[in-house]
């Protein structure tokens, strides 16, 4: 099966959306919800999982941007992804222990470029014109629901901020300003927009570099949707800004940082295989955790914040903690 | 008037978050607060706050004039609480200060031999990069509190057992 090979349907004349398959899968929406039906291995029969149509965009924008992201995606506490990096595992109740226990879960394993063709093909049909998955829900309002209406490819396509090195540089990614197209969000109008005093000696031009970053970040026109600010080999500093709820809970395969730089997100930390509640952290300024790599977590930012995820890029960790070969806790004191 | 009030901390000003244990251990969570641990540090003390194996955050309380650091290994600071100002000079011979391969910063004995790159003048929210090959120091006036990425090194100070909650 190759990138091209979306298979999808008509568009129903009662909603005007497409539905789509991938492998035992299929995807359906209509004005309010979304519906993900497959096999129950167990009986063969079809099992079907209901999410609100937004929450599920919002989620699958998430993992179509992140590239699968490192680890699981969970749509919610029945569906999502694992990234095997270069292949996918989708699956349906698999770490949902009622629905594992009673056969009825599936998982199916696919070369990358297909699941990525086939996510991206379903939100560029059901996002309608005027909905920004990635937007606050303040700021994007009820597009969402209804008949199909339109696009929005603009904002479904948004390229993930990365950097080489840090912004600014010469050659590297660019700062964000009125003129780039990023004004700074309703909720950060009161930060600083001053910039630091680099005096840089002839020469010395592209080494001797500064940027606000709190500028930055308060110019960044999504939510839950880290960019890469600062890299020291594969250490990567993620910063992002949050409001409302994560889309996804996102399960490790390996340990990710917190370090809280504005206003208070709540954590939510489950167990990665099956949900369980663990705890409940609530980050304030200048507050850092750690996220274990058996958990998932989900946050939630009653007002928009700025987080600093750090990353991790080694490419050898998932096994490495998969196998045991690495704590799972990274600290122990 | 903005409808909205951003909160940050500083060094004067933190409330340190909480852990609600369902079914884990708080240590798990390796839980602290940049300026609750910068404002118990001494001056330029590289506290780590994050540790990603080899890789680190460290908590640094800007105090008076550092001592002259470099790294085999680009760095980077940033300000959260005060104004900092960074001086940087382009080593003649690095290798012969960070021999090729070392891990985090070491301290550079004396003034560092090498040309002026110059000067930033940092204040909060701002980041600054720490080229590799370059000797580095702060300056702050006044109590300050930087975050700093690198790599685990010599003067690295691990204290999880006093910055965080048990």
């Given at each position: ?25 299929s ?21 079907t ?43 349906a ?11 009825l ?27 920004d ?65 680099v ?22 026109d ?43 997100i ?19 300024p200048?507050?850092v ?12 930012s ?32 | ?16 978050g ?51 650091y ?20 382009k080593?003649?011979n ?13 301290m ?59």
């Amino acid at each position: 099966m190759n990138a091209n090979t979306i298979i999808t349907t008509a568009p129903s004349k009662l909603t005007g959306y497409c539905e789509f398959q991938l492998g035992n899968f299929s995807f359906s929406r209509d004005e309010y919800f979304v519906y993900v039906r497959w096999p129950a291995p167990a009986t063969g029969t079809q099992t079907t999982h209901v999410m609100s149509a937004d929450a599920f965009l919002r989620a699958m924008m998430r993992d179509v941007a992140w590239g699968f992201f490192y680890g699981q995606v969970n749509f919610d506490a029945v569906f999502g992804t694992t990234n095997l990096y270069g292949q996918v595992e989708v699956y349906a109740g698999a770490f949902n222990p009622a629905y594992a226990s009673n056969k009825l879960a599936l998982k199916e394993t696919f070369d990358t470029p297909i699941v990525m063709a086939t996510f991206k093909a379903i939100l560029d049909d059901w996002t309608n014109k005027g909905f920004d998955p990635f937007a606050a829900p303040e700021e994007t309002g009820t597009a969402w629901l209804g008949q199909k209406n339109g696009h929005n490819r603009e904002a479904i396509d948004r390229a993930r901020a990365t950097c080489r090195r840090m912004p600014g540089l010469k050659g590297d990614a660019p700062l964000r300003t009125d003129d780039s197209g990023y004004p700074v969000n309703r909720a950060f109008r009161d930060v600083s927009q001053d910039e630091p005093v680099v005096m840089a000696e002839p020469g010395f031009e592209n080494e001797v570099s500064a940027f606000n970053l709190f500028k930055f970040l308060s110019r960044s026109d999504v939510t839950w949707n880290p960019s890469i600010t600062s890299v020291c080999k594969e250490s990567l500093f993620c910063p992002t800004t949050e409001e409302y709820i994560l889309p996804i809970k996102h399960g490790n395969d390996r340990v990710e940082w917190f370090l809280q730089l504005s206003d208070e997100i709540t954590w939510d930390v489950e167990s990665k295989e099956t949900g369980m509640p663990r705890a409940k952290l609530t980050m304030r300024p200048g507050d850092v955790a750690c996220m274990p790599a058996d958990i998932r977590h989900q946050g939630f930012s009653h007002k928009r914040s700025m987080l600093l995820v750090w990353e991790n890029a080694n490419p050898e960790l998932p096994k490495l903690y998969a196998s045991g070969k690495l704590p799972i806790n990274p600290i122990a004191f | 008037m903005s409808a909205y009030t951003t909160r940050f901390g500083s060094l004067r000003n933190f409330q340190k978050g909480e852990i609600e244990i369902i079914s884990d251990n708080p240590k798990n969570f390796a839980f602290s607060n940049v300026f609750d641990v910068a404002s118990k540090s001494a001056p330029y003390e590289k506290v780590v706050v994050a540790r990603n194996l080899q890789y680190v955050i460290e908590a640094i309380r800007a105090e008076g004039t550092s001592a002259w650091y470099a790294a085999d290994h680009d760095e980077f600071v940033i300000v959260m609480d005060g104004a900092v100002e960074v001086e940087l000079v382009k080593l003649d011979n690095p290798a012969e200060v960070a021999l090729p391969g070392t891990n985090g910063a070491v301290m550079v004995r004396g003034e560092p031999a090498g040309k002026r790159m110059g000067r930033i003048l940092l204040g909060r929210g701002h980041q600054a990069l720490l080229p590799k090959g370059a000797a580095y120091r702060f300056r702050a006036e006044q109590p300050g509190c930087m975050i700093q990425q690198g790599i685990f090194g010599a003067l690295s100070v691990e204290k999880w057992a006093d910055i965080c909650y048990r």
